[in-house]
């Protein structure tokens, strides 16, 4: 099982550049977790062509994003206990 830490983004422009956000993004994350994010949620409509990886972070299409909005996220290991 797995758990997630998230910082939700919102772009400030219409027009936006998955690229630039990330980039505005991350340090944000990691100023606020400590940590660099690993993977990045969005909808299949925002994804740019070469939507593999961007400044290292794993770019994963996810129907449960608000469209316009991205979800950078760093995947935590749970092994059950509390």
Same mark, same amino acid.
Not at 26 to 53: I, M, N, S, V, W
């Given at each position: 099982?797995?758990?997630?830490?998230?910082?939700?983004?919102?772009?400030?422009?219409?027009?936006?550049?998955?690229?630039?956000?990330?980039? =505005?993004?991350? !340090?944000?994350?990691?100023?606020?977790? #400590?940590?660099?994010?690993? +993977?990045?949620?969005?909808?299949?409509?925002?994804?740019?062509?070469?939507?593999?990886?961007?400044?290292?972070? =794993?770019?994963? !299409?996810?129907?449960?994003?608000?469209? #316009?909005?991205?979800?950078? +996220?760093?995947?935590?290991?749970?092994?059950?206990?509390?």
């Amino acid at each position: 099982m797995s758990g997630k830490t998230g910082l939700l983004w919102m772009p400030n422009e219409k027009a936006w550049k998955m690229a630039e956000e990330i980039l =505005k993004a991350a !340090p944000r994350f990691q100023q606020k977790f #400590g940590k660099y994010p690993t +993977t990045c949620h969005t909808r299949q409509e925002d994804l740019p062509d070469d939507y593999e990886t961007m400044a290292g972070i =794993k770019i994963v !299409p996810d129907g449960t994003i608000t469209p #316009g909005h991205f979800l950078l +996220t760093e995947e935590i290991e749970n092994d059950g206990k509390i």
